[in-house]
């Protein structure tokens, strides 16, 4: 029996959708006393969403019905590196116009579960490669790259798992995680993005950003 104050979260759990939080008392008090600003990633590896997409589309469906803010991410960038998560093997790499024809193509999904516009509640649709494909490498490696562990990467299970089945693990797939961690400061820089939800192949990533967040910009994320 949970004791939630926020509607949000009361939803959720009575729902089954909680599994785990990096702070779920903390979030519970932003979520119960302001307006709160959250995304979920999706990269254009398809030109359709899977089921399991739905799970997380419900999840910021439910975040905007009691009354905050939630991001749709296309992946445009990210999807160009591929995530290892979950993964055996490395994905197929797509072209750039494979992804920009996806892309277009699972936008549509959202507009049945998300209500789009300039209301300070309404969705946004937002794409990471307006910020990802322009990049400066020696630049990110310095403002970006310099916080994080490889050490504390190789215990990820995006990547254990991998290098534990002594399955190839490419240099472009261990800075999934690099990229995504940054697509969460992107946000709460430019919407003031403080929540990110995912499936529980994200918790590395996601965690990651929350830490990314915290030491570039003081920034406190759930």
């Known amino acids: 029996m949970t004791t939630d104050k926020s509607d949000f979260l009361t939803e959720m759990h009575a ?18 006393r302001e307006t709160v600003t959250c995304y ?3 990269d254009c590896t398809a030109p359709s969403l899977h089921v399991g997409n739905l799970v997380s589309i419900m999840m910021l469906h439910w975040f905007q019905v009691h009354g905050h803010r939630p991001i749709a991410l296309m992946g445009g960038g990210t999807t160009r590196v591929g995530d290892p ?22 936008k549509a ?4 579960f998300l209500q789009f516009g300039d209301g300070p509640k309404d969705a946004i649709m937002d794409d990471n490669a307006d910020w990802l ?6 630049d990110f490696l310095r403002d970006v790259g310099r916080h994080f562990s490889v050490n504390r ?6 990547v254990k798992l991998r290098l534990d089945r ?10 999934y995680m690099v990229l995504q961690a940054y697509d969460f400061v992107e946000l709460y ?5 403080s929540l990110q939800m995912g499936g529980s192949d994200q918790w590395g990533n996601i965690v990651s950003g929350i830490d990314l967040g915290r030491r570039m910009d003081g920034a406190e994320l759930f």
Do not use: W
């Open 40 to 42: 979920v990633g999706y």
């Open 189 to 193: 820089r430019r919407h003031g993005c």
């Open 109 to 112: 999904s959202f507009a049945k």
């Open 133 to 138: 494909l322009d990049l400066n490498y020696v």
């Open 15 to 32: 729902r089954g959708f909680v599994h785990q939080c990096s702070d779920l008392a903390g979030l519970d008090a932003r979520l119960a």
């Open 85 to 106: 998560s979950g993964k055996d093997d490395t994905r197929q790499l797509r072209t750039g116009a494979e992804i920009d024809a996806n892309k277009v193509s699972i």
């Open 153 to 158: 990467m190789l215990t990820m299970d995006s």
């Open 166 to 175: 002594e399955q190839p693990l490419s240099f472009l797939e261990f800075n």
